[in-house]
Each structure stands twice: as structure tokens, then as C-alpha cells.
């Protein structure tokens, strides 16, 4: 299999994941906005942020991602799947359950959607699938890593701004995780 194989099955794999993604998010789920928030766990200084300063009309689609820790391809960046342990399944419905109870809180009409993969694939799920349903913004928290980590493992939130066509928010994050 070549390099240019590779890139077109990664591709493809990419675009039938978005569409999935997309496809359980309402058309045009909003009047007059919608706006993505993209959550992992961490800080949940992005989705406040959105709820005090956008539109109380606005619908917030959160969008969790889920990094998967295995599920690499015999190709590096291929993603191919993985399942989560129990402990994960509950962790992630307990982040979940966190921004439900925001929504609740901050008085916000909100779509809850997921994501698994590695960051690539998080990334252009979010992109395409914001594209698709005609999302006014995609905000997102940054966790302030230092140089090493950004070149080590790459920067989420400055993916996001290459990648999405929509205007990106970057908020600074507090470290706060839920137990």
C-alpha cells in the first residue's frame, strides 16, 4: 500500500466518521445561533465563557472528545478503534453529566455529541461536522502546555484554528479535572 493509498483510506475514514457525527446533530439546530464547545474533562472554563457571553437564544452543541489511548493502525495515524474500560465509560458520563447540570445551571438550550479518536481525527470531526450544521463558532480551552508538550504531542485548540472554517475561541484553562 503507498503513502498516497494511506492518505486517501485515512481520509475517507475521517469523512465517514464526521458524517456520522453530524448526522446525530440536529440540521440547523438553532435560531439564530449555534456555537461548538469542545470539552475533555479538563477546565470547564470554555463552556462558561460561552454561556455568559453568547446569546441566551444560542444552542451550545458540546462536543466531548475522547482520546482513545489505543486503537492505533499498522500505519502511525491511522486510527482504527479501540473500546474503553468501565472506568473510562464512567469517567466520560460524568463529564458529560457536569455539563448537563451547567446547561441546567446557565438556564442554555444544549446538544451533547462525542467524539472518540486521536486528536486528528477529534479535530476534523469537529470542523466538518460544525461546517455541516452551520455552527457560528467553535470555542475551546487551552491548557497552557509548555513548548516541549506542544511539539511533542501537537496543540488541540491551534488544530482547531488551522483546520475549522468557522471563527475558533481560545479560552485560557484553569487545570481542573472531575471526579
Avoid at 482513545?68 to 474503553?84: D, H, I, K, N
Avoid at 466520560?92 to 481525527?121: M, P, W
Wanted: net charge neutral; hydrophobic share 35%; aromatic share 8%.
Amino acid at each position: 500500500m503507498s503513502a498516497l493509498d494511506i492518505r486517501q483510506l485515512r481520509r475517507s475514514m475521517l469523512r465517514e466518521s464526521a458524517n456520522a457525527m453530524a448526522d446525530s446533530i440536529p440540521k440547523k439546530p438553532h435560531a439564530p445561533g449555534a456555537h461548538f464547545i469542545a470539552v475533555d474533562g479538563g477546565s470547564d472554563e470554555p463552556f462558561r465563557f460561552a454561556a455568559t457571553v453568547l446569546p441566551a437564544n444560542d444552542t451550545l452543541v458540546v462536543v466531548h472528545g475522547i482520546r482513545s489511548s489505543e486503537g492505533w493502525g499498522p500505519y502511525p495515524g491511522l486510527y482504527t478503534g479501540s473500546r474503553l474500560s468501565e472506568a473510562e465509560v464512567a469517567y466520560h458520563s460524568q463529564v458529560i453529566d457536569h455539563y448537563r447540570r451547567l446547561c441546567v445551571d446557565y438556564k442554555r438550550n444544549c446538544v451533547f455529541t462525542e467524539v472518540t479518536g486521536d486528536q486528528a481525527k477529534i479535530t476534523n470531526d469537529i470542523c466538518v461536522t460544525a461546517d455541516r450544521v452551520g455552527a457560528d463558532s467553535v470555542i475551546v480551552g487551552s491548557h497552557a502546555a509548555s513548548a516541549i508538550q506542544r511539539g511533542l504531542m501537537g496543540s488541540f485548540s491551534r488544530d482547531l484554528l488551522d483546520e475549522c472554517h468557522c471563527p475558533v475561541t481560545i479560552v485560557r484553562s484553569k487545570r481542573e479535572y472531575y471526579s
